[in-house]
């Protein structure tokens, strides 16, 4: 069957993409592939206000309301699809060419064709050679509800979108974050805050700007530190390392459509999202991150106040 539009992936651009397209009488497909989706950054942070508001501030809670939310989430989004007559699919989604993707799940080929398709697969965070991820004392976005406790300090290494909304997620569950970037300025980083961010009032962050972390390292007190360039080691009970975001697209097959894609995977696109391929489009963090605060400074130490 040839559908006026596919979506493939699950983030919420392109579920929205699929819902305006069905409501205007389009014959919609969404497909996702069959690895299990990391919580987004908004659902963390939407789990965490609920956390605060009930004052139970615990990773068991944290984790719980996440499950909650996401079972919700996606209780709602069927039951949309399928009153709007949109097909879902899942499986490992290769493309063909342009128009045609191959969905491959359990021994089963099937092969799907789009006037339009919307590319939403999303991203995961880079993690250099130098830092030793280990997923418990250092981590990424994807495994902060894999700690075994909510840490009382954080080092957030990386000042870019996805390190400043972590370290104001953070901050929610009363963690003390310092922010390392070896940036001078956050505006060299962030550009101009335009409110897209949801923000939260009156933060206290640290950041401690001009220092390039060369490493990480588990202490024998169970700690976690960071070594800088300059000599300096910043210790914490966690690490956060935020240093770039790598599209989701290694399986796609992107090169068979004609998608160009940048050094970490991510799809090259104009700001409509539209790719080389005149009939694909990206949406998401996998066409790119844009980041943008206000801040203030003193020092060496910058303080940030973000306001809705």
């Not at 659902?43 to 615990?58: C, I, K, N, Q």
């Not at 069927?78 to 989604?93: C, F, N, V």
């Not at 075994?148 to 569950?173: C, D, E, M, Q, Y």
């Not at 805050?193 to 169970?222: C, K, P, W, Y």
Request: aromatic fraction near 4%; glycine fraction near 10%.
């Amino acid at each position: 069957m040839n559908y006026d539009l596919l979506v493939i992936g699950n983030e919420r651009e392109g579920i929205e993409r699929a819902f305006s397209s069905a409501r205007c009488g389009r014959i919609v497909a969404a497909a996702e592939d069959e690895a299990i989706a990391s919580p987004s950054l908004e659902l963390l942070h939407a789990a965490a206000d609920h956390l605060v508001a009930s004052g139970d501030v615990s990773i068991e809670s944290w984790r719980a309301e996440v499950e909650r939310l996401t079972c919700s989430q996606a209780v709602t989004d069927h039951a949309e699809m399928d009153r709007l007559g949109i097909e879902r699919m899942s499986g490992t989604i290769r493309f063909q060419s342009d128009a045609t993707v191959n969905i491959a799940n359990g021994g089963e080929n099937r092969l799907v064709t789009a006037t339009e398709i919307v590319v939403a697969c999303g991203a995961r965070s880079r993690q250099p050679a130098s830092f030793h991820v280990e997923g418990r004392f250092v981590t990424g976005i994807e495994s902060l509800l894999a700690m075994p406790a909510i840490p009382h300090s954080v080092v957030v290494v990386g000042a870019g979108s996805t390190g400043i909304n972590a370290a104001v997620l953070l901050t929610k569950l009363g963690v003390e974050v310092t922010v390392v970037d070896e940036h001078e300025h956050l505006l060299d980083i962030c550009g101009i805050f335009d409110g897209s961010f949801a923000a939260v009032q009156h933060l206290n962050i640290a950041f401690r700007l001009g220092e390039e972390v060369i490493g990480t390292e588990l202490r024998a007190d169970m700690s976690a530190a960071v070594r800088t360039n300059s000599g300096q080691v910043l210790t914490a009970d966690a690490i956060l390392v935020c240093v770039g975001r790598e599209g989701k697209t290694e399986s796609l097959n992107l090169e068979a459509a004609g998608v160009g894609l940048d050094e970490r995977g991510r799809v090259w696109c104009d700001g409509q999202g539209r790719t080389w391929a005149k009939r694909i489009v990206a949406v998401g963090v996998v066409a790119g991150v844009s980041s943008f605060h206000a801040t203030t400074r003193t020092g060496n130490v910058t303080r940030a106040t973000l306001r809705a």
